[in-house]
């Protein structure tokens, strides 16, 4: 096990993917002899050990390069059950050496041309071009300002390359009018509802539609999860072109485990031409969770901070990755995902703060049960002055049997206490699980919404192919939509291109 790295399993290195001179070779080979054995180095060619704690956060098997995924806990990595997370440790060691602020910075996903490559030639080039003496005084300075900026200008381009720049700043939208009719109604003030509706598993689309129409009454828009535990479906956005088509609000949902940084981009220019205008972004469950055979379990392309960081620079900058000017930028609004129970409070709230620094303008949480643990959450949130700049859909779900809620306690992320399980295995005795799993579910969203100047912005209702439960859980809990759809929105719903040339 390498001395700076707690827990880790060796890995093998990556190797560059074109012929290297002798130098570069010596070099490569050099540096992964002292980092092998001290960090369990990949080489992966842009080293961010300097902003990790000196923890190498390449252990994790969805390749995550900010922070934890929503599936983290303290124990184990649950892709990999014989590991911790990695992403815990280091959040451990940064708040232990009060380097916690280092890990806003949005990282960028790895340069595949430099991956196999050494990092220390870039390292010295930076440290010749500063001068040594420079270097000296800077480290000996009294001021730990003056020591950091020193470090920083050493290692700084080496994590952060011209064409990712990420800092650790909150960047507001740079657009006034709302995009969608979602961000229209959360800007007024309303208590919105949102769902998700399952996408089918074959071609055909009756069912699909019949519950689309089903809920569009009672919710202001329709999620499609993006093959949820990474098994194949109908893809978010063909479901979303159906909504569009039933003159329903889609919210597409991205995950970063089945894209590249190419096809998200292509897809948000198609899927904005077309008449999307929200967009949620989730790293995704490992292809660990789907039937065999599986797809890569060992690298994502990108994490969903990256994902928030790439959509938000083409609305707002008008630019592609690789710099290219947009002529007319795509417009949406921007969602992620928000974990309140995954790990400690603590770490989550940092997690959120960089999702909206990088770009989230709504977050809709995972399963809330523990109304008390979610305010511990927006206390944290709070904390980090985040709570005015994110909107809040609270994510509920109607248990729909005793099964399912034995499932739900043992799914990593969600927290179902104890007196619920209780109460499902009693009504379960007596025939009516489901009156009780809704029941559970009305008593649940009326406590959230008492948080509703307080951070809570509205429902995420999460039926789990209990699809048919909507009308009914929105009616009883009161929460039907105040205003009839925004004529606006739906003309964009239907002619879909919202700019012409
Ligand atoms: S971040 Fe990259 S270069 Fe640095 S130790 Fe980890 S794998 Fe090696």
Known sequence: MPGFTPGRRWQPAYSPFQKETFGEH????LE?????PLFGCRMCGNCLLAETALICPMECPKGLRNGPCGGSTSEYCYVDKSRPCIWYKIYERSFEWGREAVLLEVLPPLDWEQVGKDSWSAIFRNARNIGVKKIFSGLLSRSSDVRAQTLDGIFRPVRQPEWWQGDSKYHP???TEPASELEQRLVAGEFVVTCEVTPPLSSSTDRLIHNIEMVKPYVTAVNFTDNQSAMPRMTSWACSQVAMSHDAEPVLQMSARNRSRGSLQSEIIGATALGVRNVLCVTGDSAKLSPSPRDQMDINDLDSIQMLWVLRRMRDEGKYLDGREI?????????AAASPFSSNVKFQALREQKKVNAGAQFFQTNLIFDVDGMELWLNELAKRNVLDKVYILAGVTPIKSLKMAQKLAEVPGVY??????QRMEVADRAGNAQAEGVQIALEVIRRIKTYEKQGIHGIHLMPVGWDEIVPRIVMEAGLIRRAEALPQFMEVRSSGLRISA
């Not at 002529?327 to 921007?334: D, I, S, T």
């Open 26 to 29: 010596a070099l490569r080979v």
């Open 32 to 36: 992964y002899s002292v980092k092998g």
């Open 173 to 175: 939208p740079a657009y």
């Open 327 to 335: 002529k007319y930028p795509p417009m949406f609004f921007l969602g």
């Open 416 to 421: 179902l206490p104890k007196n619920i399980l």
